[in-house]
């Protein structure tokens, strides 16, 4: 070959395959290549870490003596993928050659010649035991949440009101103020607790939806209602438009509230006196799409990717009260249906909220 004609950013044959085995060993994930007949032909490092066998005791063996997961009691993952699609990150519990259970994240790729021929693949997996182990003290903290936080604060706030009910004697005007703002303050303590169980829960798969099928316009008019007083206080007009066809969606009653509920507040809360808030709701192909409109002050654009994001508030929630739960908790719930939520806005020129629930409910 011509000197001319090699590519002056090719390196050399030996120096590629030094690079690919130098980027196979530093891998910040275990990885186990196979050839065709599913034989061991390489492992990296910390893939002899999670699998406790050292090159000398994989290489030659079939992936299954090496590999030895609990997906492997039913078909081999590698297996799977001479004629089908690739796995990309399933969880499984790998069983080391110490004997030890380790929970793995774990994805497939196949390697096939000119003519689609399988010939090898790859096993690319990572322990996630120190992200389980931290799931696993967020769970703790929720524990502690509810039970170690809750229980005291709505006991007191019981107390307080017996006292500002006269249960232990007449009050003096001063003191009737001190416990009434003590029981303000109680209630909002309670409110962020609750809030942030609600969160948490959603967040960690403890709290999943339960569905059943609900009449949309039916919920959302309740929810509407709920709020006219609120909207009324300020001189707001809330108008809804809803589809002819009547709509029934498969999702959690409670659940699709509080996502109502949350956004046509906010609404309320950040638009100006005497304005309009606006709820579209409407069937598009297999999913029913809602929009929730304000006249408020909108988002600034550099906001946008943290407004749904735990204890965030934008800089223009101003002075009105909250704990940055709300949005973060209504993703959660539309995630967990399956949906999808979005918003767009403009400075100045208010914002709209617009989120999906599927016509089918998501398998488990």
Same mark, same amino acid.
């Given at each position: 070959?011509d000197?001319?004609? @090699?590519?002056?950013?090719?390196?050399?044959?030996?120096?590629r @395959?030094?690079?690919? !085995?130098?980027?196979?060993?530093? $891998?910040p994930?275990?990885?186990?290549?196979?050839?065709?007949?599913?034989?061991?032909?390489d492992?990296?490092?910390?893939g002899?870490?999670?699998?406790?066998?050292?090159?000398?005791?994989? *290489?030659?063996?079939?992936?299954?003596?090496?590999?030895?997961? +609990?997906?492997?009691g039913?078909?081999c993952p *590698?297996e799977?993928i001479?004629?089908a699609?690739?796995i990309?990150?399933?969880?499984d519990?790998l069983?080391n050659?110490?004997?030890?259970?380790v929970p793995i994240?774990?994805?497939?790729?196949?390697?096939? &010649?000119?003519t689609?021929?399988?010939?090898?693949?790859?096993? @690319?997996?990572? &322990?996630m035991?120190?992200?389980?182990?931290?799931?696993?003290?967020?769970? !703790?903290?929720v524990?502690?949440?509810? =039970?170690?936080l809750?229980?005291?604060?709505?006991?007191?706030?019981g107390?307080?009101?017996?006292?500002?009910?006269g249960k232990a004697?007449?009050?003096?005007p001063?003191?009737?103020?001190?416990?009434?703002?003590?029981?303000?303050?109680?209630?909002?303590? /309670? %409110?962020?607790i609750?809030?942030?169980?609600?969160?948490?829960?959603l967040?960690? =798969?403890?709290l999943?939806? @339960?569905?059943?099928?609900?009449?949309v316009?039916?919920e959302c008019?309740?929810?509407?209602?709920?709020?006219?007083p609120l909207? /009324?206080?300020?001189?707001?007009?809330?108008?809804?438009?809803?589809p002819?066809?009547v709509l029934?969606l498969?999702a &959690?009653?409670? #659940?699709f509230?509080r996502?109502l509920?949350?956004? #046509?507040?906010? $609404?309320?809360?950040?638009?100006?006196?005497h304005?309009?808030?606006?709820?579209?709701?409407r069937?598009d192909?297999?999913?029913?799409?809602?929009?929730?409109t304000?006249?408020?002050?909108?988002?600034?654009?550099?906001? *946008?990717?943290?407004?749904?994001?735990?204890?965030y508030r934008?800089?223009g929630?101003g002075?009105?009260?909250g704990?940055?739960?709300g949005?973060a908790?209504? %993703?959660?719930?539309?995630? +967990?249906?399956?949906?999808?939520?979005?918003?767009?806005?403009?400075?100045?020129?208010? +914002?709209?909220?617009?989120?999906?629930f599927?016509?089918?409910?998501q398998?488990?």
């Amino acid at each position: 070959m011509d000197a001319e004609n @090699i590519s002056p950013t090719m390196p050399p044959t030996q120096t590629r @395959i030094e690079l690919l !085995h130098f980027i196979l060993q530093n $891998a910040p994930a275990g990885v186990i290549v196979v050839d065709e007949k599913m034989t061991v032909t390489d492992i990296n490092a910390l893939g002899q870490k999670i699998t406790g066998y050292l090159p000398q005791e994989a *290489l030659g063996r079939h992936c299954r003596e090496v590999f030895h997961a +609990a997906l492997c009691g039913q078909k081999c993952p *590698l297996e799977m993928i001479r004629t089908a699609e690739t796995i990309l990150d399933q969880e499984d519990v790998l069983q080391n050659n110490r004997g030890e259970q380790v929970p793995i994240l774990f994805s497939t790729l196949a390697f096939r &010649d000119e003519t689609g021929a399988f010939k090898g693949g790859a096993l @690319i997996f990572r &322990d996630m035991s120190p992200f389980k182990l931290l799931e696993e003290e967020r769970r !703790h903290l929720v524990n502690m949440f509810a =039970h170690d936080l809750k229980t005291p604060v709505v006991g007191m706030s019981g107390l307080v009101k017996r006292l500002t009910q006269g249960k232990a004697g007449p009050l003096a005007p001063e003191q009737r103020v001190y416990l009434e703002t003590i029981d303000k303050e109680m209630r909002r303590l /309670e %409110k962020l607790i609750n809030s942030f169980l609600e969160f948490a829960r959603l967040d960690l =798969h403890i709290l999943k939806p @339960i569905p059943s099928a609900i009449e949309v316009e039916k919920e959302c008019q309740e929810v509407m209602t709920l709020l006219r007083p609120l909207a /009324e206080a300020k001189s707001i007009e809330i108008d809804a438009e809803f589809p002819q066809e009547v709509l029934v969606l498969p999702a &959690d009653p409670l #659940l699709f509230r509080r996502v109502l509920e949350n956004l #046509l507040e906010n $609404a309320i809360k950040y638009s100006p006196t005497h304005s309009r808030i606006g709820l579209e709701v409407r069937r598009d192909k297999e999913e029913v799409r809602f929009a929730v409109t304000d006249q408020g002050p909108g988002i600034a654009l550099e906001e *946008l990717p943290q407004l749904f994001k735990f204890f965030y508030r934008g800089a223009g929630a101003g002075k009105e009260k909250g704990f940055g739960l709300g949005l973060a908790t209504v %993703k959660r719930i539309i995630d +967990a249906h399956g949906g999808r939520i979005w918003v767009k806005t403009q400075p100045g020129q208010g +914002a709209a909220f617009f989120f999906t629930f599927p016509m089918r409910a998501q398998e488990a």
